[in-house]
């Protein structure tokens, strides 16, 4: 059993950066991919980036490619995300994942970014 904590979202207007953890308050997941996601309203669950338990092997969705940067301190539990330039369609809860052998089996329970215009 693994339990997630997000953290580090908030309200800042475009163009600006931050900066997500997500911390496993429970268990560990330093073998594990990691991945981010995000919903915004109305629309469904998106993946925006993982990362292998090598921290060289990192994916991202092309929304968000070249701007956010996903990274892991193994040692510390935790994974972090760093979003820069960001842009009102970023708007969105943003979630943390565990990966298992049946998919993405552990979630956090959200942090919400907001960018405002």
């Known amino acids: 059993q693994v339990q997630l904590v997000e953290s580090g979202g908030g309200l800042v207007q475009a163009g600006a950066s931050l900066r997500l953890s997500c911390v496993a308050s429970?268990?560990?997941?330093?073998?594990?991919?990691v991945g981010w996601f995000r919903q915004a309203p109305g629309k469904e669950r998106q993946f925006v980036a993982a990362?292998?338990?090598?921290?060289?092997?990192?994916v991202y969705a092309d929304s968000v490619s070249g701007r956010f940067t996903i990274s892991r301190d193994n040692a510390k539990n935790t994974v972090y995300l760093q979003m820069n330039s960001l842009k009102p369609e970023d708007t969105a809860v943003y979630y943390c994942?565990?990966?298992?052998?049946?998919?993405?089996?552990?979630w956090g329970q959200g942090t919400q970014v907001t960018i405002s215009s």
């Open positions: 994942a565990v990966e298992a052998t049946a998919g993405w089996k552990y």
């Open positions: 429970k268990g560990s997941f330093s073998v594990n991919r």
């Open positions: 990362i292998s338990w090598n921290p060289g092997s990192s």
